[in-house]
């Protein structure tokens, strides 16, 4: 097949990450290293919104260092979006206006950065461009902390979270251990609402068994009450403390976010029902069924873009990940997602990517599978070690400003003239 | 004066801190450097707690490696606490007990790490001891996140605080730049429960206006809803999203703590009462009276041990106020906190350490002086800026270990053995 030819767009999606603007910049450099397969390089402001808004700018009149500083930058430097479309099958409108934009200004490559759902609007405007056959390749490049995508060993961002978090948990716990007769229990809430494998890695940081954390809520294991009651007695019998690392999913037996249903655990002592994050249910049962005080954090969206803290491994797979897409798009590959392949060079991680059609990783969700959970629920297996430890491997280069804090970019944007002619009214 | 000699106790008080075991480490080195003054150097186990149970360890028996490696690891190695003492006007029974075990134990010097209760405890045992003709000298080192103790520029604990949460509010307010369409505003909670010294930090991230923070709630302003939901909408305006740093200790006009009033302010969109810390308050505010949707980060215990990024400014000066401590009592000084002291070398910054007196440190407190507030009360002056960055300068080192993260030392406290052959009840 003759290559395409034609510009380039490219976009992010969904919760930020530490690495998402490494994936981009993959991405971006790649093409401008190809002129003339790409003839130019646009990046779609805040995701499909901006796509849709026509409200592009050229990715090729930033300066190069600064594209190049997109490494060291944490969060979506094009801007993200958490945008639905509107369902393929009831209402074609959004994925037509996506295509008359494409038209208008000759895109011929589509590179969306983001989960499944990003991966599910690839593959339908793939589709859909098919059927009006307007000549275009679509390539998707994972990205969630949550690292819950199918076809994949792994997922960038994944590697920084866990890195981050179990280091914060390491060093929360210490504060545990040192302050225990007044502060005797922490909950530490990270994220990840369906799968547990941001909380897992949380285990990475419990070189001994008295180190934090000592139990591990994990969405995959409903919480019993009266069993975490036990859990948590019997690790102030054995440490005098009890650190605990709740994923914010946790559901209960019935299958509800134990977030969701904090009230209906406890009232606090003050005689208020709780509200907020599991980390607070959690708290709530603790202090009314086991009467000991206890603490909670919650880093929120700090944990995601921690970039002063994040895996090499993990920047540099997303970079990776971002220029297969171009190569793959070059060989007039499409509808397919870059995965993450692991190898087992003789003992010895490595790395290498590899492809998925986007369908089956729009339709796929990943969660924490059964031999990476000790057999009391809360812990993590040696294999489970032995899975996520390469992920976190190096710390990603920080830049220090004058100032003392770290240097990342932000781009220009420079905007592309509208072509269209038409305003979208997005909903 | 003769120099006294015999055994010295190092024990460290209240809130762990990225660096309050560097400030044990110039102590403990220092100590162990000069044997013909000090025969031993023990350690309390959870501060003053561990006299009063006469439950010491041996310092001198640690690998000198470990003792170094305190430099690089956070929170309280010799275990903290929040032990009030009884009043020593009323009951002296707390106060004698020390004493006894210093006797029992030839102890002749005194070193205490921490914050204003601290140097209290120092003072009055000082006091006591001099009444009953015990020569011993007693000694304070500084030791607060919060930077409030008087007498001093500022204190080990706060660099580093400063460093990691401007640093966290740099890279969240990157997230809520990228996912304004869906996350228009975020709280970032930090601690302070009194003086606005932290929340002020978050400032130093913003190098733009467009940089978060935009809005810093500091202790020290008391926040007046409807000027607070104006600030709020007109950030909006400006920018399409909005980025407040939020002090724990944010108050309301009549006095009362935020995050205790939360509940009456508003009800969240489900109905439900808000209850905790300051940050789910300003939330509540946020999402009723603004109409947006509103995300809360809080750190928690992680901010103030963040080791991973803490200030080499800070750590090196944390230790060189350990080993004053010690410089000064072996010249036969007692009663006094080590402060430190900026010097302004021709515009550079440089820091020695000075000395005064424990009661007057007692019986102070320093919130964030009105030069360092901006006019419209939510943000932060270049006289603040001038004073703090100076304060981060510079990344402290962090020893990582074969599985990729941090590696902290656990110390063996090897037990002195009990020579008083009384149990006393800590209550």
Known sequence: MAILGGKAIVAQSGGPTAVINSSAAGVIQTCLENPKVFTAVYGGLNGILGVLKEELFDLGAEAPAEIDRLRRTPSAALGSCRHKLKDLQTDRTDYERILEVFKAHDIRYFFYIGGNDSMDTAAKLGQLAGQIDYDMIAMGVPKTIDNDLACTDHCPGYGSVAKYNSTAVMEAGRDTDALYTHDTCTIHEVMGRNAGWIAAATGLARRRSEDAPHIILLPEVPLVIHKFVDDVKACLTEFNRCFVACGEGVKTPDGNYLADAGGNFAKDSFGHTQLGGAADAVRAIIESRVGIKARTNRAGTAQRVAMHFASKTDVDEAYMAGAAAVQAA??????????????????????????????????????????????????????????????????????????????????????????????????
Do not use: W
């Open 330 to 427: 070059m060989k007039s590959i499409s509808g397919k997602m870059v995965t993450l392949e692991r190898l087992n060079d003789g003992g010895k991680y490595a790395c290498t990517t590899g492809l998925a059609d986007l369908e089956e990783v729009a339709n796929g969700e990943k969660k924490l599978p059964a031999e990476f959970i000790d057999s009391n629920g809360t812990g993590v297996t040696d294999a489970f070690r032995q899975y996520a430890l390469p992920l976190i491997a190096g710390e990603a280069p920080v830049e220090i400003g004058p100032d003392h804090l770290p240097i990342y970019t932000r781009l220009a944007r420079k905007p592309v003239p509208k072509k269209t002619g038409t305003e979208y009214d997005v909903r």
